[in-house]
């Protein structure tokens, strides 16, 4: 089992780039998402690149304005080699 730190990082990238992906197929600009979010464009950027750890607010307002649920963007990567 690795240490919390690394899943922890492995996840918020995993939740990036599915940001980053749904974004895309709606073909918005990171402005664009972050303006209707309420959220800065160097915000969307970070949590795109993995480098934030998002509230839950700012998950639901990306969701929101993605068209997709909250738990479709936290599909976690890790659940299928994880033991408890």
Known sequence: MG???ERLQARLHHLGQRVRTE???LGLSQEDLAHRAGL???YVGSVERG???ISIG???ALADELD???S????DPLSQS???
């Open 3 to 5: 240490n919390y730190d």
């Open 23 to 25: 974004r895309g197929r």
């Open 40 to 42: 800065h464009r160097t």
């Open 72 to 75: 479709a963007l936290l599909t």
């Open 68 to 70: 997709i649920s909250a």
């Open 58 to 60: 700012s998950l639901y």
């Open 82 to 84: 994880s033991t408890k």
């Open 51 to 53: 480098e934030r750890n």
